[in-house]
Structure formats: structure tokens, C-alpha cells
């Protein structure tokens, strides 16, 4: 069992790109049954009073945040496609954020990138960020890297991260984000949280 020690007072949870679209339409999300992990973690950090945050992307009508052309959002403006005013119609319903939870609009691939997900972390006073997501080789690997830099200690609950490619997100579980974090089951993360 990894070594997990937490002040509560100054521990978030990231529910990243948890989104009712994407990530709900891999099918390895529901092999590996992310969902229900995701939501035992997420359960046992609100038992045990930690801030809970999500961040989802999200973008104002006609996409005015990507570049017209040679970015890797380029096609999602050019699809014209309405989103939801309220990013968080966006988040999976099973792992929704409840009254109070912010939810953070991003523009680019990390948390931290061009939102205000900085500014509710400094003003919660947190230092401790668990992460859980989709996908493992995007948000997640993003928001490791800047909150490593950061000086924010970092825990990755593994089985509460999905990719569409199980390879790398071994890879980076196994040789990659160790380097920067702390990697753990969420049983290991479930009871951490309820010690």
C-alpha cells in the first residue's frame, strides 16, 4: 500500500473531464468500472470534508478560445456544435458535482491552463490535490506536470483514471507519474480518507 498522509484541511479533490460525452462513450471507462471507483472516492471526500472541485472543458458559442485551424480543438469549432451555458451539464451524472462544488470552464488541456482553478486552490488554502480523470495521457498527465511545478503535493487515484489507451496510461502510472506524485488505488484512496 502506497503511503498516503493527508491534512483534510488543506486537501481537494479534482474530478477532471468526468464528461457525459467523451468519456462515457470509451468503452475501457467501463471495463475498468472508473465510474463507481471515481464515485466511492468522491463519496468517502465529501464524508470526510474535503473541497471537492471539477474541472470540464468547455468553450463560449462559436468557440472563440480555439484557434481556427492548426490546433487539435480546430475541429470541435468548426463542427458549430452548441455546449450548455452551465459547464456542468457537461460532467457524467453519476459522479455530478452537488451545491457548492465549483466547477471549473477550461480552455486547454490542464486544469491550471487559462482557468481559474489556481485562484480556488490558493484561496481554499489547499496544498494536497488528488486527481482523477479522462484521459490519463491528457488532463491528467497535464495537471500532474503544472501541479508538480507548483509545489502542490499530488495523488493520482489510478483505477479513478481512464484512457482510450490502456498501454499508456500504464506507462504513465507505472514510470511516469511517480516521479511527481503519489499513485493509489481507490480502495487504498477511500480509506486514507476515512482514517
Same mark, same amino acid.
Given at each position: 500500500?502506497?503511503?498516503?498522509?493527508?491534512?483534510?484541511?488543506?486537501?481537494?479533490?479534482?474530478?477532471?473531464?468526468?464528461?457525459?460525452?467523451?468519456?462515457?462513450?470509451?468503452?475501457?471507462?467501463?471495463?475498468?468500472?472508473?465510474?463507481?471507483?471515481?464515485?466511492?472516492?468522491?463519496?468517502?471526500?465529501?464524508?470526510?470534508?474535503?473541497?471537492?472541485? *471539477?474541472?470540464?472543458?468547455?468553450?463560449?458559442?462559436? *468557440?472563440?478560445?480555439?484557434?481556427?485551424?492548426?490546433?487539435?480543438?480546430?475541429?470541435?469549432?468548426?463542427?458549430?456544435?452548441?455546449?450548455?451555458? +452551465?459547464?456542468?451539464?457537461?460532467?457524467?451524472?453519476?459522479?455530478?458535482?452537488?451545491?457548492?462544488?465549483?466547477?471549473?470552464?477550461?480552455?486547454?488541456?490542464?486544469?491550471?491552463?487559462?482557468?481559474?482553478?489556481?485562484?480556488?486552490?490558493?484561496?481554499?488554502?489547499?496544498?494536497?490535490?488528488?486527481?482523477?480523470?479522462?484521459?490519463?495521457?491528457?488532463?491528467?498527465? /497535464?495537471?500532474?506536470?503544472?501541479?508538480?511545478?507548483?509545489? *502542490?503535493?499530488?495523488?493520482?487515484?489510478?483505477?479513478?483514471?481512464?484512457?482510450? +489507451?490502456?498501454?499508456?496510461?500504464?506507462?504513465?502510472?507505472?514510470?511516469?507519474?511517480?516521479?511527481?506524485?503519489?499513485?493509489? /488505488?481507490?480502495?487504498?484512496?477511500?480509506?486514507?480518507?476515512?482514517?
Amino acid at each position: 500500500m502506497a503511503e498516503i498522509t493527508l491534512d483534510k484541511s488543506t486537501t481537494a479533490l479534482l474530478m477532471a473531464d468526468f464528461s457525459a460525452g467523451n468519456m462515457a462513450q470509451n468503452p475501457l471507462v467501463h471495463e475498468r468500472q472508473t465510474f463507481a471507483r471515481a464515485g466511492a472516492v468522491l463519496a468517502a471526500a465529501r464524508q470526510a470534508g474535503i473541497f471537492v472541485t *471539477y474541472c470540464i472543458a468547455h468553450f463560449r458559442p462559436g *468557440y472563440p478560445e480555439i484557434p481556427a485551424q492548426h490546433n487539435p480543438r480546430s475541429p470541435m469549432r468548426a463542427t458549430g456544435a452548441v455546449l450548455p451555458a +452551465d459547464p456542468a451539464l457537461l460532467i457524467h451524472p453519476s459522479v455530478a458535482p452537488r451545491e457548492g462544488e465549483p466547477v471549473i470552464a477550461k480552455h486547454r488541456t490542464s486544469a491550471f491552463s487559462g482557468s481559474a482553478f489556481e485562484t480556488i486552490l490558493r484561496a481554499q488554502g489547499i496544498e494536497t490535490l488528488i486527481l482523477m480523470g479522462h484521459a490519463t495521457s491528457g488532463v491528467i498527465l /497535464s495537471t500532474v506536470r503544472l501541479a508538480a511545478d507548483r509545489d *502542490y503535493h499530488v495523488i493520482v487515484v489510478e483505477d479513478g483514471c481512464a484512457d482510450r +489507451d490502456p498501454d499508456v496510461h500504464t506507462l504513465l502510472m507505472e514510470k511516469v507519474f511517480p516521479r511527481q506524485a503519489t499513485v493509489v /488505488s481507490a480502495a487504498e484512496m477511500v480509506a486514507a480518507l476515512g482514517a
